[in-house]
């Protein structure tokens, strides 16, 4: 069994940042795609970012410019840069790994931004 451990979460006022953290118990080369998602009280989960293998990235509109993903291989750790925070980003995070046979999630990380 694979686990993820999300940290980094918080409250910060409009316009802060973050960087969220994502370990694994397991070698991140083993892992196609990973992601953070987040989910907002009332709101379905949604996809924030996604990395692949060969690091390619992909955000959701509301993130693009503000948001940066990385993983470090080497370290099983995926991180999530978060800068210019909005009220709107305040939910849960989690962070994802899939592929063929598996999807792993962490437990989740609250993040709050206050106006």
């Known amino acids: 069994q694979v686990h993820l451990v999300e940290s980094g979460g918080g409250l910060v006022q409009a316009g802060g940042s973050l960087r969220l953290s994502c370990a694994a118990s397991a070698s991140f080369f083993s892992f196609n795609a990973m992601g953070w998602y987040r989910q907002a009280p009332g709101k379905q989960r949604e996809s924030v970012a996604t990395?692949?293998?060969?690091?390619?990235?992909n955000y959701v509109d509301s993130v693009k410019g503000r948001f940066t993903i990385s993983r470090d291989n080497a370290k099983s750790t995926m991180y999530l840069q978060m800068n210019s925070l909005k009220p709107e980003d305040t939910a849960v995070y989690y962070c994802n790994a899939h592929g063929p046979g598996y999807d792993y999630w962490g437990q989740g990380t609250q993040v709050t931004v206050s106006s």
């Open positions: 990395i692949t293998t060969g690091r390619n990235t």
